[in-house]
Nanobody, 120 residues
């Protein structure tokens, strides 16, 4: 099973920055998609950013221009650079990966989450 471990969350003031990391137990090349979701208190989990199966970057409209997803394939790490953070960005951020294969079918994996709090 694919293991995902997030890190980098914390408390930051509005306008500040954080960089989240997701370390994967398997090669990023073995994953069809990999990216980030978040869940704020009282809200459903929502999409933030991902690499598609074609390795194209997708972003939620709410974070475009502020967040950037990147990867270090040699280290099996996916990053989420978050700039100009807003209180609305406060949430638990989860790394997500999907892998589909003939042998295993479609499987989805989640990390344990890392907390991001944006507050003055």
């Amino acid at each position: 099973q694919v293991q995902l471990v997030e890190s980098g969350g914390g408390l930051v003031q509005p306008g500040g920055s954080l960089r989240l990391s997701c370390t994967t137990s398997e090669s990023i090349f073995s994953l069809n998609t990999v990216g980030w979701y978040r869940q704020a208190p009282g809200k459903e989990r929502e999409f933030v950013a991902r690499f598609t199966a074609a390795r194209v970057r997708n972003y939620a409209e709410s974070v475009k221009g502020r967040f950037a997803i990147s990867r270090d394939t040699a280290k099996n790490i996916v990053y989420l650079q978050m700039d100009n953070l807003k209180p609305e960005d406060t949430a638990t951020y989860y790394c997500n990966a999907v892998r589909s294969s003939v042998l295993e079918g479609r499987r989805e994996y989640w990390g344990q989450g890392t907390q991001v709090t944006v507050s003055s």
